[in-house]
């Protein structure tokens, strides 16, 4: 059984989401702002379980973040939970990319109405709002950036992205529309959930098995940590340095992301 006041207490929701639009975009919203979107355990050679059990206590009982495939899979137990009626797409990122990528994004397709909305509070890149599944359809995130989907005859549908490069994770800058993902709303099955969550924790050319990656949503803004790197957006202050100490690269993602590992922990991640 899902523990629905638990995860609300988790993303700070004083009561249950409304069953429309704006309620799926009020929990999506509270859920990026209280949990990060987090690699460390991959980085730290554990397994990536993306049960419901494994990983409601992860990200709830035990205040951590995750991945896209953590974070969907608590999303979508959450929606089920509070009768929205929701299902699995699956991605590819394009931010970065030079050949086509691989399906190794999760978000979620939620009908309202009868009317299709994508929902996604676990795309690590930046904040990305609801969006109501429409060629052309655009919205606008707290943080200033716009955001379109379109058509795409190879891949489906394409979300995009126009805005400022210091609210995302340093991927995909430049002026105008730039690409995020790809996806189809082909059936996505457990098994195909978990092939790619196995690649993405343990394929020598996953993103995550090559760089430690924290990141979090900011009321107005956005935060990263990669590897030593940490940058900030607050409002329109920008903050930007590179940690050389282990002791305040583990204070930071205590007192910024919430995440608390022990000093051994840190130490094992090789970052210094």
């Known amino acids: 059984m899902f523990d629905l006041n638990a995860y609300l207490a ?3 929701l004083p009561a249950r989401p409304t069953k429309d639009a704006e309620g799926l975009a009020r929990v999506q919203r509270a859920h990026r702002l209280a949990i990060p979107f987090e690699n460390l355990d991959v980085r730290l050679g554990r397994e990536i379980a993306i049960d419901s059990a494994s990983v409601f206590a992860k990200l709830v009982t035990a205040r951590r973040g995750g991945y896209c495939f953590e974070h969907n899979r608590l999303f979508l137990d959450a929606l089920a939970a509070t009768g929205f009626a929701a299902r699995p797409l699956l991605a590819r990122v394009w931010l970065g990319a030079t050949a086509v990528p691989p399906l190794t994004h999760t978000l979620s397709l939620v009908t309202i109405a009868g009317e299709h909305w994508i929902a996604d509070p676990g795309f690590g890149g930046s904040y990305a709002p609801v969006m109501r599944l429409a060629d ?12 379109m989907l ?48 196995w690649w993405s924790s343990s394929a020598p050319a996953s993103r995550f098995t090559n760089a430690t990656i ?17 940058r900030r957006r607050a409002a329109s202050t920008d903050s930007a340095a590179e940690i050389t100490d282990p002791r305040v690269y583990r204070m930071r993602l205590s007192m910024m992301f919430g995440i608390d590992l022990s000093a051994e922990d840190v130490a094992a991640l090789e970052l210094f």
């Open 10 to 12: 988790r993303i700070d």
């Open 136 to 147: 052309g359809e655009t919205a606008e995130a707290p943080d200033g950036a716009r955001f």
């Open 150 to 197: 379109a058509r795409d005859t190879e891949h489906g549908w394409v979300l995009l992205r126009d805005g400022d490069a210091a609210t995302t994770d340093g991927r995909g800058a430049g002026p105008g529309w730039q690409r995020q993902y790809s996806f189809t709303l082909g059936e996505v099955h457990d098994s195909d959930l978990a092939m790619g969550n």
């Open 214 to 230: 924290v990141s979090i949503v900011l009321p107005h803004g956005f935060a990263t940590l990669t590897d030593r790197d940490y």
